[in-house]
């Protein structure tokens, strides 16, 4: 599904659930695509307990380019995707890496149930002076960050309303896929239990 943006169109990949209850709408890497591991798995987990999937695409990787659009572009087209695909019920939005972030400032914009991150970049490798956390901070519905232990991007701290997960692995979390799918599927059951065995 190819929707207009102030920054040109976007396209939707729909993966509906058989009886929904809500929706988990998720946004890419900065320079990855909507195939992300992480991704596939989050909507796998969320198929499962009935949540509609959307897996959104950005503009700039709708138009080819690798190179990521300024974070008010993103977010400007972020919510102009959501205003249009105008879903019923709780909705949660999130994404992996800079999808996670384009999620987190928009939250309140979109009226957000809760925000799921996967591989949320805390600082720039090597460079933790320079942190995202007020794009965190600023969430006022529940969060769930499901992080590498070895991110090289830096580990979130938990807080109130805020759930970390660690699993095995770096930034791709691509070393526990099992575990992801639990975190996600105890955040959208609303159970507040990301642990895995």
């Avoid at 939707?12 to 195939?35: F, K, M, N, S, Y």
């Avoid at 572009?73 to 205003?83: M, N, Y």
């Avoid at 019923?88 to 979109?110: E, L």
Wanted: net charge positive.
């Amino acid at each position: 599904m190819r929707l207009r943006t102030p920054h040109g169109p976007a396209r939707a990949h729909l993966h509906p659930a058989d009886e929904p209850i809500g929706a988990l709408v998720l946004g890419h890497g900065a320079g990855g695509g909507v195939g992300a591991p992480d991704l596939k798995a989050a909507t796998e987990a969320a198929l499962a307990v009935n949540v509609t999937t959307i897996l959104v695409e950005q503009p700039y990787r709708v138009a080819g380019r690798k190179s990521a659009a300024p974070a008010a572009q993103l977010d400007t087209a972020w919510v102009s995707v959501l205003e249009q695909l105008a879903i019923d019920g709780p909705v949660y939005v999130g994404g992996r890496s800079s999808g996670a972030r384009v999620a987190c400032r928009t939250s309140a914009a979109v009226n957000a149930t809760g925000v799921l991150c996967l591989a949320f970049p805390l600082h720039p490798p090597g460079r933790p002076e320079k942190t995202r956390l007020p794009e965190l901070e600023q969430v006022t519905v529940p969060v769930l960050i499901v992080q590498g232990e070895s991110d090289p991007f830096g580990m979130p701290p938990d807080a109130p309303n805020r759930r970390v997960v660690r699993l095995k692995g770096n930034h791709s979390l691509k070393s526990d896929v099992r575990g992801l799918r639990a975190a996600v599927t105890a955040f959208l059951s609303g159970g507040n239990d990301g642990d895995v065995d």
